[in-house]
């Protein structure tokens, strides 16, 4: 016979064995499986390079016409951003992750070879890469692929959704399978990478190349169409990059620009300055030669306030 204390704990332990649910995996609820860079192309090859040199020699290596890319910095929580630290170049048979926070300078062989025009870089959000890639280190990325527009080309709005979808969403229609991001996305990147970093950033890199050789078949009927009736399936975003001015997304302003803000803010304000009555009393005067002496001109106090309030901006 069962006592109350007996009865009790068995009630307790088959109540919790029934209430306990096989764990979901919240970031991929499906059960997908998951998309690496081994996946597709298992001879593969990834190389961490952490020297000058050594991006000179993997530089070398790259023969292709179209290269995955992205970009890795450390996650800070405060306004301003942090500098790339990692940038991820991804071939048909190489993927070479560049560790820039590692190096004393950016790399010359990696700036002839991203600004070479000869050379797509597909990416995800590449037009924000690449403003940040001038930002950080004055570097012009030349022939980039937004694959976010070619994902517009192809799929609804309410597939990608208004920006194209992101790169989780684009390896899910393209490949049926799920693209981890879990917390090293945010990760310590301008730190030695551990072998959890080397996998992720490969893995994103080769993303970026599979889903461009996917989206960009011709056999594929493009939903929208140029201004010639004609679907387009290739836009070089970095035409539109640099016509939309690199100093106005380095939030730095030039002196032509300055110096047509102050012209016409001159116009306004000055003539009210200029005639401004000052009483006739020998005091007054005096007083009014002194700050005239000691303080700058209206046009010299004006430009320093723009340059403040656009630096703000």
């Known amino acids: 016979m069962l006592t109350s204390d007996s009865w009790c704990k068995q009630w307790y332990q088959w109540h919790s064995h029934r209430s306990q649910k096989p764990a979901k995996d919240e970031e991929n609820p499906r059960g997908l499986p998951v998309f690496t860079h081994t996946d597709l192309d298992r001879t593969l090859s990834v190389r961490y390079l952490r020297k000058m040199n050594e991006v000179e020699e993997g530089l070398k290596t790259i023969r292709d016409t179209v290269v995955g890319f992205d970009m890795e910095w450390p996650v800070l929580y405060r306004r301003k951003q942090a500098k790339t630290a990692l940038i991820q170049i991804c071939g048909e048979s190489i993927a070479l992750l560049i560790h820039i926070s590692c190096m004393s300078c950016f790399p010359p062989s990696l700036t002839r070879f991203l600004e070479d025009t000869s050379i797509l870089k597909a990416g995800l959000n590449i037009?924000?890469?690449?403003?940040?890639?001038?930002?950080?280190?004055?570097?012009?990325l030349a022939g980039a692929i937004e694959l976010s527009d070619l994902a517009k080309k192809i799929y609804n709005r309410d597939e990608v959704g208004v920006r194209g979808g992101t790169l989780q969403r684009l390896i899910e229609l393209e490949f049926g399978k799920h693209l981890p991001k879990g917390p090293v996305r945010t990760g310590r990147w301008h730190m030695i990478l551990d072998e959890e970093q080397k996998q992720y950033a490969a893995t994103d890199a080769y993303a970026s190349l599979a889903l461009y050789k996917m989206l960009i078949?011709?056999?594929?009927?493009?939903?929208?169409?140029?201004a010639n009736g004609e679907g387009r399936m290739l836009d070089d975003v970095s035409t539109d990059i640099a016509s939309s001015n690199y100093d106005q997304i380095d939030r730095e302003p030039t002196s032509e620009r300055l110096h047509t803000f102050s012209s016409n803010l001159e116009q306004k304000i000055l003539p009210s300055a200029t005639t401004r009555h000052i009483p006739v009393c020998p005091r007054s005067i005096k007083r009014h030669e002194r700050l005239a002496i000691s303080s700058p001109s209206p046009s010299s106090t004006i430009k320093k306030i723009l340059a403040a309030n656009m630096h703000r901006m």
């Open 127 to 140: 037009r924000g890469d690449a403003a940040k890639l001038y930002r950080d280190y004055r570097v012009q």
């Open 217 to 226: 078949d011709t056999s594929r009927t493009p939903r929208k169409k140029d």
